[in-house]
Nanobody, 114 residues
Framework: QVQFVESGGGLVQPGGSLTLSCAVS????????MDWYRQAPGKQREYVAR???????NYDDSVKGRFTISRDSTKNTVYLQMNSLKPEDTAVYYC????????WGQGTHVTVSS
């Protein structure tokens, strides 16, 4: 059974950093591309970043240069390192496989505010 458990969110001041984790069960993150998405209050869920199976990455323009997606295959976990956070990064963050699984995790809340 595919499961995603996101963690690491919290309250951070503008300009700060957070690292999100996504523990995956049901398949190997080393054999699948993985995405991070986010959903801000009152908005639709949007794409943030992708880590392809061979290790190349892709980012939405809104986070390019500030966020880094990575994985630890030994822990079957995907990470999202977020630097230079802005108030507009406030959202619930989710990870997902590529292609998408019907399952979604509970997400992890990130609030960027002074």
């Amino acid at each position: 059974q595919v499961q995603f458990v996101e963690s690491g969110g919290g309250l951070v001041q503008p300009g700060g950093s957070l690292t999100l984790s996504c523990a995956v069960s049901g398949f190997s993150v080393r054999m699948n591309a993985m995405d991070w998405y986010r959903q801000a209050p009152g908005k639709q869920r949007e794409y943030v970043a992708r880590l392809k199976r061979l290790g190349t990455t892709n980012y939405d323009d809104s986070v390019k240069g500030r966020f880094t997606i990575s994985r630890d295959s030994t822990k079957n976990t995907v990470y999202l390192q977020m630097n230079s956070l802005k108030p507009e990064d406030t959202a619930v963050y989710y990870c997902q496989s590529v292609p998408s699984s019907p399952s979604w995790g509970q997400g992890t809340h990130v609030t960027v505010s002074s």
